[in-house]
T-cell receptor, first 114, second 113 residues
């Protein structure tokens, strides 16, 4: 069975600084996908970034990047130059190749201090 | 392109009433998912469809919950009779075939009094 664990219920960072959100997962499959979703107070679930397990290169999307450590089953999200609009709940999720079910972590609430 | 559209955005009703939540997926997406989000249990997959056919409904909590997808552009999640413990945010999401990510609607906040 897949599991996703986010060990940090809350994090805070000063505006313009860098913050890293942790995520670990467990799966017996070799082909899978990992995602980070952002849920601001407006409640919408927004895809931030995705990573294919077969790719060694870490995914990046502008100020967002991941540190994917396959052997350690770790998938952390780094947000550079934090902005007030980054304040949200962040969810890590995984999906097995060939399956459609997304398994979510418990979420990390990120606060940006001005 | 329009995103996933859910209605209503908020629903408040009394215990025992029937509740119907609606979803319009993104055009061209083959998969449609219904999730429930609560503080206690986080995000849970209730059911998903592929090409309008229910594939996995193992997350549906009990017989009071039912979901249909009569065509590629519309799905409903119905609760009858509703109970206070059904209060949650219900999300609909859709995706294309394969490894494509799921795109979520804005959710329906359901409150059962």
């Amino acid at each position: 069975a897949q599991t996703v664990t986010q060990s940090q219920p809350e994090m805070s960072v000063q505006e313009a600084e860098t913050v890293t959100l942790s995520c670990t997962y467990d799966t017996s499959e070799s082909d899978y996908y990992l995602f980070w979703y952002k849920q601001p107070p407006s409640r919408q679930m927004i895809l931030v970034i995705r990573q294919e397990a077969y790719k060694q290169q870490n995914a990046t999307e502008n100020r967002f990047s991941v540190n994917f450590q396959k052997a350690a089953k770790s998938f952390s999200l780094k947000i550079s130059d934090s902005q007030l609009g980054d304040a949200a709940m962040y969810f890590c999720a995984s999906k097995i190749q060939g399956a459609q079910k997304l398994v979510f972590g418990q979420g990390t609430r990120l606060t940006i201090n001005p | 392109d329009a995103g996933v559209i859910q209605s209503p955005r908020h629903e408040v009703t009394e215990m025992g009433q029937e509740v119907t939540l609606r979803c319009k997926p993104i055009s061209g997406h083959d998969y449609l998912f219904w999730y429930r989000q609560t503080m206690m249990r986080g995000l849970e997959l209730l059911i998903y469809f592929n090409n309008n056919v229910p594939i996995d409904d193992s997350g549906m909590p009990e017989d009071r919950f039912s979901a249909k997808m009569p065509n590629a552009s519309f799905s409903t999640l119905k609760i009858q009779p509703s109970e206070p413990r059904d209060s949650a945010v219900y999300f609909c999401a859709s995706s294309r075939q394969g490894a494509q990510p799921q795109h979520f609607g804005d959710g329906t906040r359901l409150s059962i009094l």
